[in-house]
């Protein structure tokens, strides 16, 4: 049996880049798992590990529904590292600003740890930065294996590589099939452009009032507010290249503001924003409800999709990738990770990269609850561990998307401490444009002018 994912809550407020954020509440106390640890990863050896010491690996989650399965992971490992056992404490009870709170205070006061773990690239970027990590780069000279060549993509941090990705979550299209084939369209073809998206959308909109079905969702977050250069601006759309400067009057953004503002208020086919936040609408409750008919989400909801106690519905699931905006190549999606470190407090580094490197490799496999970033692996072997009945979920189309030949990850590089803070500023002056209570060519000059305030306050520029 499956375990069912929870998605953690991401990203809280950054503090200056040369402090971990830490003050505040939140939890004091911690569960925690020990357990021997799992089946050899093919990594380096370690000099404790050859001569039999016995070292205790201390790993710091906030995934509490988990423990079993990191259990079992660490009790595989031992198989061929005897000599190895691995604590995991819990902080945060699921939820990662909690989490964060209190490990970061725990850093900053030199207490032992050896694997912490951050739930999105920002988060990872801002400890990174302020020194809570070791850099990676000898472990992978030791092993003989650039991370480059065992792992879909490698983000760094000041030109090294501070965390080992996993757990990922990347975006695409949720589509309600038996609407598809009650409108007479086909599944999506990979290589779909936003421009059919609108299309199908209107074609799967159907009647007036409460009862309305729309044919698209937008939730309230971020995401959805610059969705459209994901396939066209390979990094975060907030900033440059070169994050001297916003990014808020690039030719792009705006066309996708704009293309949001009409599908929602001149076609009438999208889920007005107005209502998303008036009524503070749950887009699992609508999609599963048959309120609308496709949702741009991340695969953290695939483990839902046919959890029929919690959403019980009837219809398939079809999928499509997230679409190409005009003349971009297709194949190109947002992709969030976790990302696995070694604590600068760490007695161990060597042990505590190897399991590290075991579960984010093995380890996916064992724990089944998201895809593992390791390259060139086959992505429906972790969906289908996901899913009991793949009869609400149609399979085929998803395996086509997951194993997409022109797949590419965009996963975020250019994130600074106050990344959480600018993205929230975007939010609040979009608001006021889809609201209507604004003009687009103003929010984009408040959005320019206060966000390159915020750079010169919070970054030095």
Same mark, same amino acid.
């Given at each position: 049996m499956k375990q069912r994912r929870v998605l953690a809550m991401l990203l809280t407020a950054a503090t200056a880049a040369s402090l971990l954020t830490g003050c505040g509440g939140g939890k004091t106390g911690s569960e925690t798992t020990t357990a021997a640890s799992g089946e050899s990863a093919g990594t380096g050896n370690s000099e404790d590990a050859s001569s039999g010491e016995q070292v205790n690996l201390r790993f710091v989650s906030w995934l509490t529904a988990y423990q079993d399965?990191?259990?079992?992971?660490?009790?595989?490992?031992?198989?061929?590292?005897?000599?190895? =056992?691995?604590?995991?404490d819990y902080y945060g009870d699921m939820t990662a600003t909690e989490y964060y709170k209190k490990v970061d205070l725990m850093v900053m006061g030199g207490e032992e740890m050896d694997i912490l773990m951050t739930s999105a690239f920002p988060e990872h970027a801002q400890r990174a930065g302020s020194g809570a990590y070791l850099p990676l780069e000898e472990y992978f000279e030791k092993e003989g294996i650039k991370p480059e060549d065992a792992y879909a993509f490698v983000s760094k941090v000041d030109g090294k590589m501070y965390g080992i990705p996993g757990d990922l979550k990347?975006?695409?299209?949720?589509?309600?099939?038996?609407?598809?084939?009650?409108?007479g369209l086909p599944v999506p073809d990979l290589d779909w452009t936003w421009d059919d998206y609108r299309e199908y959308a209107n074609k799967l909109t159907q009647g007036e009032g409460a009862s309305k079905r729309y044919g698209s969702y937008f939730h309230s977050w971020?995401?959805?507010?610059?969705? +459209? *250069?994901?396939?066209?601006y390979p990094d975060n759309p907030m900033f440059n290249a070169d994050m001297? %400067?916003?990014?808020?009057?690039?030719?792009?953004?705006?066309?996708? @503001?704009? !293309?949001?503002?009409?599908? /929602?208020? /001149?076609?009438?086919?999208?889920?007005?924003?107005?209502?998303?936040?008036?009524? $503070?609408?749950?887009?699992?409750?609508?999609? !599963? $409800? +048959?309120?609308? %008919? *496709?949702?741009?989400?991340?695969?953290?909801?695939?483990?839902? @999709?046919?959890?029929?106690?919690?959403?019980?519905?009837?219809?398939?699931?079809? !999928?499509?990738?997230?679409?190409?905006?005009?003349? %971009?190549?297709?194949? =190109?999606?947002?992709?969030?990770?976790?990302?696995?470190?070694?604590?600068?407090?760490?007695?161990?580094?060597q042990e505590a990269f190897d399991f590290i490197r075991f579960y984010t490799t093995e380890g996916m496999k064992i724990r089944g609850i998201s895809v593992s970033a390791e390259k060139g692996i086959d992505k429906m072997e972790f969906m289908e561990m996901q899913i009991d009945e793949p009869k609400y979920v149609d399979m085929e189309t998803l395996g086509k998307v997951m194993? $997409?030949?022109?797949?590419?990850?965009?996963?975020?590089?250019?994130?600074?401490?106050? $990344?959480?803070?600018?993205?929230? @500023?975007?939010?609040?002056?979009?608001?006021? !444009?889809? @609201? +209507? =209570?604004?003009?687009?060519?103003?929010?984009? %000059?408040?959005?320019?002018?206060? +966000?390159?305030?915020?750079?010169?306050?919070?970054?030095?520029?």
């Open positions: 399965l990191d259990k079992k992971v660490a009790e595989a490992y031992m198989k061929e590292h005897p000599n190895v =056992t691995v604590t995991f990347s975006w695409f299209i949720l589509i309600n099939k038996n609407y598809l084939d009650e409108a971020d995401h959805y507010d610059y969705m +459209g *250069m994901w396939s066209n001297t %400067a916003v990014n808020f009057d690039h030719p792009m953004y705006k066309e996708w @503001l704009q !293309f949001r503002y009409a599908m /929602e208020n /001149e076609d009438n086919c999208q889920v007005p924003f107005a209502d998303v936040k008036s009524m $503070n609408m749950n887009y699992r409750d609508k999609f !599963f $409800n +048959g309120q609308i %008919a *496709m949702l741009p989400i991340g695969s953290f909801i695939v483990p839902e @999709l046919d959890d029929q106690d919690k959403y019980p519905h009837e219809f398939v699931t079809t !999928f499509a990738p997230i679409p190409a905006w005009k003349d %971009a190549e297709p194949g =190109t999606t947002y992709t969030e990770s976790h990302f696995y470190s070694i604590s600068k407090t760490s007695k161990h580094p194993n $997409n030949p022109a797949w590419k990850d965009n996963v975020y590089q250019n994130v600074p401490p106050y $990344n959480k803070e600018m993205s929230q @500023l975007m939010v609040d002056e979009c608001s006021k !444009f889809l @609201l +209507g =209570t604004d003009s687009l060519d103003n929010t984009i %000059a408040s959005l320019v002018k206060n +966000g390159t305030q915020m750079m010169k306050d919070k970054g030095g520029n």
